[in-house]
């Protein structure tokens, strides 16, 4: 295969994100089992936050996979996070664990357990704490959130640009929508550059839990409308990552979309992460090795 012009830039860019990924965990007992076994430590790991778990199971995974080499992304959960005292400790925690990135987002919890309804509230108390981090990063929502209207999300999206560093989009199983949501965020004139969440290798009926659990009100409901789709899905090899971020391509690649690279949701639960990125690498890779001697 012969890629020429911006296709070729787009496969060139793909195969960077893949040298840097990022994979997101939920913390669970057997995940920092999972993650030392599995994954390299040069890769990312962010960790969620759950209201069943609370935010002390979040940080302290944090705290034990810094501590074994990796880069560790807590997610600070707003509706998590009682007051400001609540936040001053855990800021005091990431700082001693020697954390320079976070993950702020509203979180799923119905009701705050304080003072913090939403993650613009949360940013802007960190900045009057006073922190030591590199990075913060926020959420972006291609598709509707489950119950946070449109309107709300996108002027979050234009408060939030002030103090964030980065945008992580929420996941999506759909790259047409995806590219046109970042097409969406720079029109907008937020510049901020993105993450594309999307699914790692994983069971189909692992994945309509994962979409349930975490918002993406349109992603399930397609695939629970869409029943001959669903049933290739259901079928060895239905959902494919790779195909995903092939129909990524060229748009992500394009210098003004400002695409950082990939977050693998849920990839060290699924176990395979490593592999997914391996295969991706190697297959983009070719397709760049043959545009390079074309």
């Not at 995974?61 to 080499?69: V, W, Y």
């Not at 989009?169 to 097409?183: A, E, I, Y």
């Not at 290739?232 to 400002?258: H, N, T, W």
Request: charged share 25%; with cysteine.
């Amino acid at each position: 295969m012969v890629l020429h012009g911006r296709e070729s830039g787009g496969r060139a860019a793909l195969a960077g994100y893949l040298r840097r990924p990022r994979y997101e965990v939920l913390p669970t007992e057997d995940v920092e089992a999972l993650v030392t076994t599995h994954v390299p430590p040069e890769v990312t790991i962010t960790i969620t936050a759950s209201p069943r778990r609370g935010m002390e199971a979040t940080i302290n995974l944090a705290a034990r996979l810094s501590r074994q080499g990796y880069t560790a992304v807590p997610h600070l959960s707003a509706r998590l996070i009682r007051d400001a005292a609540h936040l001053r400790e855990i800021l005091d925690a990431i700082k001693q664990m020697g954390v320079r990135s976070v993950f702020v987002i509203a979180g799923d919890a119905r009701e705050p357990a304080g003072e913090f309804p939403d993650s613009v509230s949360l940013l802007e108390a960190m900045m009057r704490a006073g922190h030591d981090l590199d990075n913060i990063g926020v959420s972006g929502y291609p598709e509707s959130h489950s119950f946070i209207d449109d309107d709300m999300t996108i002027q979050a999206m234009w408060d939030k640009r002030r103090i964030a560093t980065y945008i992580v989009s929420n996941l999506c199983f759909d790259p047409r929508v995806v590219k046109q949501w970042v097409g969406r965020v720079r029109r907008r004139k937020v510049e901020l550059p993105v993450y594309i969440g999307m699914a790692g290798i994983a069971d189909p009926a692992k994945l309509l839990r994962i979409s349930a659990r975490i918002g993406v009100v349109d992603s399930a409901r397609f695939l629970r409308g869409h029943s001959n789709w669903f049933l290739r899905m259901m079928q060895p090899g239905g959902y494919s990552p790779e195909r995903f971020v092939r129909r990524l391509l060229p748009d992500i690649g394009a210098p003004e979309r400002k695409v950082a690279g990939l977050l693998d949701c849920d990839a060290a639960v699924t176990v395979i992460g490593k592999r997914l990125s391996a295969v991706l690498s190697a297959r983009v890779q070719q397709g760049t090795a043959h545009a390079g001697a074309a």
